[in-house]
């Protein structure tokens, strides 16, 4: 049996109120909040978060074959994207990893892809959306990622949702698009794709079902996502479709993450569906495409450590909406009087590949002290070249000592940092994220996570910081 | 393997330091020019009878050529030191070492830091490529040192406002001793409120929790102790130099509390050996200490033997380092009132206690604990921050030992 057999959700912490826009710049902005990507966060430390999740469970890694990035506002051009997201995940060298990018309709690609694949592929759905300041898109878009991997049955590694079929019906059409460099994309009159999007939908759900052998009432879970609004929600009447089979898009707390949508959609219902249930998932855009799985009896056990709906109650208070400008690159803000950020140098960063993305620390193997950064010479021992590598991705710390540095360059001033001492030795001083001041404090509890630090001359700078441990969030177990 | 101090072979015979401050019409050379001259002044000989130079700077230039140019040396040995902000102090331990060996009978040591013309807010950093990749957690210095005050207060009970009062009182006390010194960078009293509500620069330090940034030079001149007598009727005599460079794992070991400075409790305890000294607080007339942050000078109480484990915070409150204190702490105003030239602040700290040891502080100055037949100093200077340091302490007297 072939079907997804892991997936992960990453939802940013921060979150837009709409009438704050709409207070702002005197539009009708809508009702709710939408997800806003940290300033130190873009589509491949989400990525990264998300897949995180998806590999959790013990022995997953080391089984993935294929890694493919998705994403419409890939962080480089012409550089791969997915190599970082390999690197943080400690990938064998071996394993493909490469972007499906600029489009929105490349989550449905990498989905597809993944499922179809003969070994097993993970898919990464990312992305960050913005539009200029007042428009639609920046209020109805949102921003998070969400991994799945398909593959066989292997014993730890079971199906959580069988792949009943897939169908993809491709269009060229023109209904949204936006040339390269530019900060928003145009849309055409809406009535236009709604129709033909209508009708996309049904050759798409009508082929699976056919290739299923189910009927339209089966469907016990259907997510129509695609940054077609009206579309989407004229699908979601599709006649013979159960009403309370139609799963909510999420649009009023989280807004519309484009790439990412069809996964974060996915991502919730996989959180709550049982098993033997029939999942639809529509996908419009460019044409029209459908997953149908059937969630297993493995799927209630191994659930994602961090459920959507959890990381969608644990979000931050609504932010300034000058904030989110700045944020954006929209709100050009007047830098701290320091030396300019040095942007990563090449060769260090290559050599400590897998400190600076793996988050791989050494461990003496004389008498056991961790060190982070690795070292050499143990500070314990002295031993010389007696290291053992020591994965610190998923190591929980309490803060020893703490600082607000008023004067250091970050986007998003102050810098908060923490000293971190790890649960079974080891200690770290890096910047803490996802928080306000009050986090900081001596004793607390915090988790790492993956973050652009910064941007400089222009090179993304990624690396680890620690972020506060929130309620509402299990722990799940980790390989 | 053994440390041998030279107690009592060297003795510094001349001094010069410029003011501290803001010289925007002034270059690192003039800087450094005006120190060595007033230091060849002061010693009574000229430049031709240096036999050798120890020149310390962090970035105000490079090799023994930024000194030899200014000054053009005809063909004299010059070293250039660095030791991060205990630059200047290396620089006069090399030279005293120099002396103590035979090497040279006269050597000089000189400082100094250009810091203004970089138009940045703090230290401009060292030309030294790093990686870049923010993966060894950089922070500023301000946030680095401020780091000791929430840990200092959990360790010890201190509440909050407990503990802005203590580095408070610090600041205040030195900005006193400023006032009092025509050579400081900021030269008036600063009131205890106005100190304590100053807008936050990292953690819990404020603007007057932070050393300024200050451009600056001093110089000294060193001799053999037994030819002291021919160039000053009242040279000091080194009696320690102590500098430790720690094995920087403060910030990987969670054993390491953010309360002390391991690396100068060590150079400390090693120099008091060199001295003779057994008890620092009744035995020295006066200290100048790396106050770079008020909590680092709060801390070194505790390292450098002055107070009690958790009690340095009451020492400081009562008033026991303040310039009529039991033991006075930056007479001169410290790196608080002067600023931080980098290369130049560990022999500007040695020209205070040349000053005082010799009865040249003015009156409104001038430590007490001289009166009382007290005849040592310590300068301590430390480069680095919790965790990951040098430290450097030094014992000068003004009296050879019997």
Known sequence: MAGLIAYGAHVPYHRLARTDIAAALGTGAGRGTRAVAGYDEDTTSMAVEAARGALAR????????????????????????????????????????????????????????????????LAVLSDLRTGLPGGSDESAGGDGAAAFVFGGHRNGAPVLAELLAHDTVSDEILDRWRLPGAPSSRVWEERFAEDVYVSLADQALTAALEQAGLERGAIDHLVVAGLHARACAAVRRTPGVRPEAVTPDLTGVIGNA???????????????????????LLVLGDGAGVLLLRATDALPVHRAPRPVAGQIAAGGPPMPYATYLSWRGLLDREPPRRPDPEPPYAPPAHRRTRWKYGFTASACEKCGTRHLPPERVCTSCRSVDAMTDEPMQHVRGTVATFTVDRLAHTPSPPMLVVVVDYDGGGRFRCQLTDATEADAAIGARVEMTFRRTVTAAGVHNYFWKARPVRTGETEGTHG | MSSHGIRDRVAIVGMGCTPFGEHWTRSADDLLIDAVGDAVTSAGVTLDD?????????????????????????????????NMCATGSEALRNACYAVASGAYDVAMAVGVEKLKDSGMSGLSGTAVPGAGDDSRGEITAPANFSLLAPAYAAKYGLAQDEMKDVITRIAWKNHVNGARNPRAQF??????????????????????????????????????????????????????????????????DPEYDFTTFPEVVASAQEAYRQAGITDPRAELALAEVHDCFTPTELVLMEDLGFAGRGQAWKDVTGGAFDLDGSLPVNPDGGLKAFGHPIGASGLRMMFEAWLQLRGEAPPERTVKTLAEGRSLALTHNLGGGPGECVSFVSVVGSEPTD
Not at chain 1, 63 to 79: E, H
Not at chain 1, 260 to 278: F, W
Not at chain 2, 57 to 75: D, E, K, M
């Open chain 1, 58 to 121: 013990e022995g997953l890694r080391p089984r993935i074959g294929q890694l493919f990035l998705a994403t419409a506002a890939p962080a480089y051009l012409d550089k791969t994207n997915a190599t970082a997201v390999h690197a943080a995940l400690g990938l064998d060298p071996h394993v493909l990893a490469a972007d499906m990018a600029g489009s929105v309709r490349s989550g449905l690609g990498a989905l597809v892809t993944a499922a179809r694949s003969p070994v097993p592929t």
């Open chain 1, 258 to 280: 484009g790439t990412a949508q069809p996964g974060l959609l996915l991502a919730d219902v996989l959180d709550r569906a049982h098993p033997g249930e029939v999942i639809a």
């Open chain 2, 50 to 82: 240096i036999d050798a130079f120890w020149f310390g700077t962090q970035a105000s230039g490079v090799s023994g050529l930024t000194l030899s140019r200014a000054l053009r040396l005809p063909n004299k040995p010059v070293t250039r030191v660095e």
């Open chain 2, 187 to 252: 030269r008036k009293e600063v009131p205890l409120e106005r100190i304590r509500s100053a807008p936050i620069i990292a953690g819990m330090l404020g603007v007057f929790d932070c050393s300024g940034v200050s451009d600056g030079s001093a110089a000294a001149i060193v001799v053999r102790a037994e030819d002291a007598y021919k160039y000053t009727d009242r040279p000091i005599f080194v009696k320690a130099l102590s500098l430790v460079a720690g094995p920087a794992d403060g910030l990987l």
